[in-house]
């Protein structure tokens, strides 16, 4: 596979589930990224990994736990969330995390919370 | 903080038409980085074009280039020849050089219908 890929692409959990989602990138980058897409809401960017360090966290609620066990992978563990929670949640790699280089997307996991 | 508006929700072109997407931002910044990205039905955001804020020409990829008006903080993309394909929803996104990190911020995007 190329690219940035994550899993599952349709999730839906209530309220006390615990899961996770899972990111993959087969290009090379060290430097990988969690978005969330609401409905009619720009797309805010959650986490930051360089060179498998968190380098940014942007106020996320501590129900959303990050985990990037290589610059390979990059999870999102889920507990406890909220219905508010429901959206699109986008992966992101990059070169390294500097300014200007791309950043290549996955198809995202769209997530449901009942 | 900056920020990114994007004040045409939705557009509409014919095939084979010209339509320009408008964007604006605030800034208090000299230097950055402007992107727009495409983001179509399959939901895979893809970079479509990216311009450096110091550089005074205007970006350009094949059918896509861009407006860029520093003094006005305006950063419009332009697609010429439309095709079936460029349907989607179409992101401006700001990226600071002055600051530390790595932040992309975007506005709410315009989603785009090409008429055959």
């Known amino acids: 596979e190329t690219g940035v890929t994550q899993t599952p692409r349709h999730l839906v959990m209530g309220m006390t589930n615990k899961k996770s989602l899972k990111c993959e990138q087969h290009?090379?980058?060290?430097?990988m990224y969690w978005y969330k897409q609401s409905a009619k809401k720009p797309l805010e960017l959650m986490f930051v990994?360089?060179?498998?360090?968190?380098?940014e966290n942007n106020s996320v609620p501590s129900r959303f736990s990050p985990e990037c066990p290589n610059s390979s992978h990059l999870f999102l563990h889920l507990h406890t969330l909220q219905p508010e929670d429901s959206a699109l949640y986008l992966c992101?790699?990059?070169?390294?995390?500097?300014?200007?280089?791309?950043?290549?997307f996955g198809p995202g996991t769209r997530l449901t919370v009942l | 903080a900056q920020t990114v508006t994007q004040s045409q929700p939705e557009m509409s072109v014919q095939e084979a038409e010209t339509v320009t997407l408008s964007c604006t931002y605030d800034?208090?910044?000299?230097?950055?980085?402007l992107f727009w990205y495409k983001q179509p039905p399959s939901r895979q955001m893809i970079l479509v074009i990216r311009?450096?804020?110091?550089?005074?020409q205007n970006a350009t990829e094949n059918r896509f280039s861009v407006n860029f008006q520093k003094a006005a903080k305006s950063f419009s993309l332009k697609i010429s020849d439309s095709q079936l394909g460029d349907a989607a929803m179409y992101f401006c996104?700001?990226?600071?050089?002055?600051?530390?990190?790595?932040?992309?911020?975007f506005g709410e995007g315009t989603q785009l219908t090409v008429n055959p």
């Open positions: 311009q450096e804020a110091y550089k005074q």
């Open positions: 990994y360089n060179f498998k360090e968190q380098t």
């Open positions: 290009l090379g980058h060290n430097a």
């Open positions: 992101a790699s990059s070169q390294v995390a500097v300014y200007g280089d791309e950043q290549f």
């Open positions: 800034t208090s910044e000299s230097d950055y980085y």
């Open positions: 996104a700001y990226r600071s050089k002055e600051t530390s990190g790595s932040r992309l911020t």
